[in-house]
């Protein structure tokens, strides 16, 4: 058989279910250059991922080689394939396409081959872009984010232009974007990433800012250059919200969100909204629906539960099936307020290897 008719992409629902697992065991750490640690946001601190693009689909997953995922190298291919470990205790229920791999008759596992698909390269923290987070420390302390736990390092100007001259070299470079936590103070934050703003602007590509809402923000981004902005609401429910990010203002974010939509555009400004804090699917909907209205788009983020902050709130990765409703009631509501994720020049929603992305993921 030909190496075409060998492979299986990755499509919608497969993503769903690799994202809702998150993280996976790569057997050949050749296979991994470089590997990834994250320094942004819940994940922040954890050991790498490794990103792979099948289907026209791309997914991120974390390393970890206790994972019920396994991606090895294909024989005679230059693909890799992306393998589900299952238990069976009845050795007649091998399901189709899997191999063996244990000789224990009472409990047997097999792997079954879910997806083909390349390693991505990556510039700077993810394919396509520079991706920089400047802090990785933070004065909040969200409840499922390791930032404020790990308080890292916060970069110099010339540390975060090396990385973006560094990413372009590699290129092609589609985007630069920026993340930051929070050092001392949200406006703290904004200069730091203004300062940057006539360097950046020099490689001629769309640029994304992602860090805390600061009223008046919006337009001095608008003014420094900044395509695309984000606001993270981060959770849905406004007692669980309270409870989780103590210290934050829901109404501040969407009132500068509001503003950046009329300075930005609709459709050029972006929410982070984590799933598996306890929200119901009704509560994640009204937020993704009330921020639509606004023109701001969502990225529906599954939470990964963070051994650091374990006890701290409730987590739990959402399903496959969680994943895949939630993905349909975007869909539904980027169809009627008419707002492109797909279209994102930025961020998140270009990327798209984290999160179910509506029109890349269909
Ligand atoms: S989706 Fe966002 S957080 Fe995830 S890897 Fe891509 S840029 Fe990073």
Redesign the pocket.
């Known amino acids: 058989m030909s190496q075409k008719e060998n492979q299986i992409p990755m499509t919608a629902e497969i993503k769903a279910l690799l994202l809702s697992v998150g993280s996976a065991d790569v057997e050949d750490h050749k296979l991994i250059l470089p590997t990834l640690k994250s320094t ?2 819940p994940s922040a601190g954890s050991s790498g ?1 490794v ?1 792979i693009n099948s289907g026209g689909r791309r997914v ?1 997953l974390n390393i970890d080689q206790n994972a019920p995922l396994k991606i090895r190298k294909l024989p005679e291919s230059d693909e890799i394939g992306i393998y589900l470990a299952e238990n069976s205790s009845e050795s007649s229920e091998n399901a189709s396409g899997s191999t063996e791999s244990s000789p224990d008759s009472s409990e047997k596992s097999f792997e079954k081959l879910i997806a083909t698909g390349k390693i991505e390269p990556v510039l700077a ?2 394919p396509d ?1 520079a ?1 920089i987070n400047l802090s990785e420390k933070c004065i909040y302390d969200c409840k499922f984010c390791s930032v404020p736990i790990l308080q890292g390092h916060t970069k110099t100007k010339e540390e975060s232009l090396k990385i973006v001259r560094n990413a372009f070299e590699k290129g092609p470079m589609k985007a630069i ?1 920026i993340t930051s936590g929070v050092e001392k103070t949200p406006e703290g934050e904004l200069e730091r990433v203004l300062e940057l703003m006539p360097e950046l602007k020099k490689y001629n590509v769309p640029i994304g800012i992602s860090i805390y809402a600061v009223s008046g923000g919006s337009k001095k981004l608008k003014d420094a250059g900044v395509s695309e902005v984000k606001y993270n609401i981060e959770v849905a429910d406004p007692e669980i919200f309270k409870d989780v990010c103590p210290g934050l203002s829901k109404t501040d974010v969407f009132a500068e969100l509001e503003e950046a939509v009329s300075l930005f555009g609709r459709g050029n400004v972006y929410s982070n909204l984590i799933v598996g804090l306890g929200e119901t699917d009704e509560s994640a909907e009204q937020t993704v629906e009330k921020l639509a209205e606004i023109g701001v788009i969502a ?1 529906i983020r599954p939470i990964y539960e963070n051994a650091l902050r374990k006890g701290e709130c409730f987590m739990k990765r959402p399903s496959k099936e969680r994943l895949l409703k939630l993905f349909e009631m975007q869909k539904r509501i980027s169809e009627k307020y008419d707002l492109h994720p797909e279209k994102s020049e930025t ?2 929603s270009l ?5 179910m992305v509506p029109g890349r993921d269909d």
């Not at 990327?351 to 999160?355: E, I, K, L, Q, T």
């Open positions: 942004a946001g991922s990103f991120r923290h993810c872009q991706y974007s990225c961020m998140c990327c798209s290897g984290c999160d």
